[in-house]
């Protein structure tokens, strides 16, 4: 079992949509969840993190926490042309470590 | 702030030569990650320091891989000898060692090992 699964996708979605990203980790004693976004040829930039269990919004971006069933989301609202790349979820425990990655397309 | 620098930005190489890359994180974070990047495996993290020491290692693929930090700003990757499937984009991040604080990427070095 990988220590961070993600769908590669693509998960193609229209403009104006919500866009819905899954993360599953295996190590329990994870603190903190990042969800990173990278464009081609570009290297990974922060979008959020959260370490708490609940919701966490920052714009049209939400990150949700579930630590019992070791699972993390990020939503994205009205999805842009401008949101197309791939969304990388992170864990850190001692050390930092990401999820393959899911390709997003939004459509105009 | 300069952010993360990584150089050379593209290395093109031959089967069995020795290759370099080299960091420099920002100023003041005390942590250093490397990480490989292919499209079959995704981001792979081989190596990270805490205040110049090395933690974990067991990414590292084999002992043809190596990394120092011989201080606060600066560290290498070494592969000797390099093979072809070596190529990949090859990352360096650094942070403040405390929870919740994010990795701030380089741009990267992209490895071509002919």
């Known amino acids: 079992q990988k220590e961070v699964e993600q769908n590669s996708g693509p998960l193609s979605v229209p403009e104006g949509a919500i866009a819905s990203l899954n993360c599953t980790y295996s190590?329990?004693?994870?603190?903190?969840f990042f969800w990173y976004r990278q464009y081609s040829g570009k290297s990974p930039e922060l979008i959020m993190f959260?370490?708490?269990?609940g919701d966490k919004e920052d714009g049209r971006f939400t990150a949700q926490l579930n630590k019992a069933s070791q699972y993390v989301s990020l939503l994205i609202r009205d999805s842009q042309p401008s949101d197309s790349a791939t969304y990388l979820c992170?864990?850190?425990?001692?050390?930092?470590?990401f999820g393959t990655g899911t390709l997003l397309a939004v459509q105009p | 702030d300069a952010g993360v620098i990584q150089s050379p930005r593209h290395e093109v190489t031959e089967m069995g030569q020795e290759v370099t890359l080299r960091c420099k994180p920002i100023?003041?974070?005390?942590?250093l990650f490397w990480y490989r990047q292919t499209m079959m495996r995704g981001l792979e993290l081989l190596i990270y320091?805490?205040?110049?020491?090395?933690?974990?290692d067991s990414g590292m693929p084999e002992d043809r891989f190596s990394a120092k930090m011989p201080n606060a700003s600066f560290s290498t990757l070494k592969i000797q000898p390099s093979e072809p499937r070596d190529s990949a984009v090859y990352f360096c991040?650094?942070?403040?060692?405390?929870?919740?604080?994010?990795?701030?990427f380089g741009q990267g070095t992209r490895l071509t090992v002919v």
């Open positions: 991040a650094s942070s403040l060692m405390q929870r919740n604080t994010e990795a701030f």
């Open positions: 190590d329990r004693g994870s603190q903190s």
């Open positions: 959260i370490y708490s269990n």
């Open positions: 992170a864990v850190s425990t001692n050390k930092l470590i």
């Open positions: 100023s003041g974070h005390n942590s």
């Open positions: 320091f805490n205040n110049n020491v090395p933690i974990d």
